[in-house]
C-alpha cells in the first residue's frame, strides 16, 4: 500500500481585523447627582446618601450596645466575686491571716522603727510572712492556717485570672480587693519565692502579674 503524500499547510493572511479600534474622543465627564438641576435625580441623590448615614450611625450604635454589654457582664462577674468574698469561708481565711500577722507584728514592733525607708518595711514584711509560715509564728496549729492562707490565695488567683481574661472589671476589682491583694503579697511573697524554688513554680504567679498591675497603676504615670 503506498503512503499518502504530506498534507499541506497553506499560510494564513495577515490581517488586523481582530484588533479594537481606538476611539478618539474624549470620555465625558459623569454627571454629579447632588449638581443635577432635575429634582427627582437630586432627590434619589439626598436620599442615598441619608441612607448611608443612618446605616454608619446603626453600625456605631450596634458597636456601643456590644461594648456596653460586655462590660455589664464584666461588672457582674466581678460583684459574683464580691459575694463570694463575704462568705463564712473566706472571711474566716481572712480573720486568721490577719490576726497571725498583727500577732508578728506586735511581737516585731520594735525592730521597725519610727520611720523605715519604703526598702526597709519591704524587707520587715517580707520577714514577718515567712514567720508566719512556720510552727513558731501563732497560735493557731500551722496545718489550720497554711489552709487558712491556701484558701485566700486561692481566692485571689480567681480575682487576678479574670481580670488578666478581661472577663471583670478592673477597675472595680481593683477597689475592692486591690489593696488587700497588694499587702498579701507584701508579706507573703517571701515565703512564695521559697516555695518557687522548692519546685512550685507557678504558685501565686496570678496573683503577682495582678499585684504588679496595680500598683504601676497606684503609681500612675512618670513615678
Known amino acids: 500500500?503506498?503512503?499518502?503524500?504530506?498534507?499541506?499547510?497553506?499560510?494564513?493572511?495577515?490581517?488586523?481585523?481582530?484588533?479594537?479600534?481606538?476611539?478618539?474622543?474624549?470620555?465625558?465627564p459623569e454627571s454629579n447627582p447632588f449638581t443635577s438641576r432635575d429634582w427627582r435625580m437630586l432627590?434619589?441623590?439626598?436620599?442615598?446618601?441619608?441612607?448611608?448615614?443612618?446605616?454608619?450611625?446603626?453600625?456605631?450604635?450596634?458597636a456601643y450596645q456590644y461594648l456596653e454589654n460586655k462590660e455589664e457582664k464584666r461588672v457582674e462577674r466581678t460583684l459574683q466575686l464580691?459575694?463570694?468574698w463575704e462568705r463564712d469561708e473566706y472571711q474566716d481565711a481572712q480573720r486568721a491571716v490577719s490576726e497571725r500577722l498583727?500577732?508578728?507584728?506586735?511581737?516585731?514592733?520594735?525592730?521597725?522603727?519610727?520611720?523605715?525607708?519604703?526598702?526597709?518595711?519591704a524587707v520587715y514584711m517580707e520577714r514577718i510572712g515567712?514567720?508566719?509560715?512556720?510552727?513558731?509564728?501563732?497560735?493557731?496549729?500551722?496545718?489550720?492556717?497554711r489552709a487558712s492562707f491556701g484558701r485566700v490565695l486561692y481566692f485571689l488567683n480567681r480575682v487576678?485570672?479574670?481580670?488578666?481574661?478581661?472577663?471583670?472589671?478592673?477597675?472595680?476589682?481593683?477597689?475592692?480587693?486591690?489593696?488587700?491583694?497588694?499587702?498579701?503579697?507584701q508579706y507573703f511573697k517571701g515565703y512564695v519565692a521559697q516555695e518557687r524554688e522548692a519546685g512550685s513554680t507557678n504558685l501565686a504567679a496570678p496573683l503577682e502579674a495582678y499585684v504588679g498591675a496595680f500598683a504601676g497603676q497606684a503609681a500612675g504615670p512618670g513615678k
Do not use: H
Open 130 to 145: 515567712v514567720e508566719a509560715m512556720t510552727a513558731d509564728g501563732g497560735e493557731m496549729k500551722l496545718a489550720d492556717f
Open 160 to 185: 487576678a485570672f479574670c481580670v488578666d481574661g478581661n472577663l471583670c472589671s478592673r477597675q472595680m476589682a481593683d477597689g475592692y480587693f486591690g489593696d488587700y491583694a497588694l499587702s498579701f503579697w
Open 43 to 62: 432627590g434619589y441623590a439626598w436620599a442615598g446618601f441619608l441612607v448611608r448615614l443612618l446605616l454608619v450611625a446603626g453600625g456605631l450604635f450596634s
Open 102 to 121: 498583727d500577732g508578728l507584728n506586735a511581737k516585731y514592733a520594735s525592730l521597725l522603727g519610727a520611720n523605715p525607708s519604703p526598702n526597709d518595711r
Open 82 to 84: 464580691v459575694d463570694a
Open 1 to 28: 500500500m503506498s503512503e499518502a503524500p504530506p498534507r499541506r499547510i497553506e499560510q494564513l493572511p495577515e490581517t488586523t481585523e481582530g484588533l479594537p479600534e481606538v476611539s478618539t474622543q474624549e470620555a465625558k
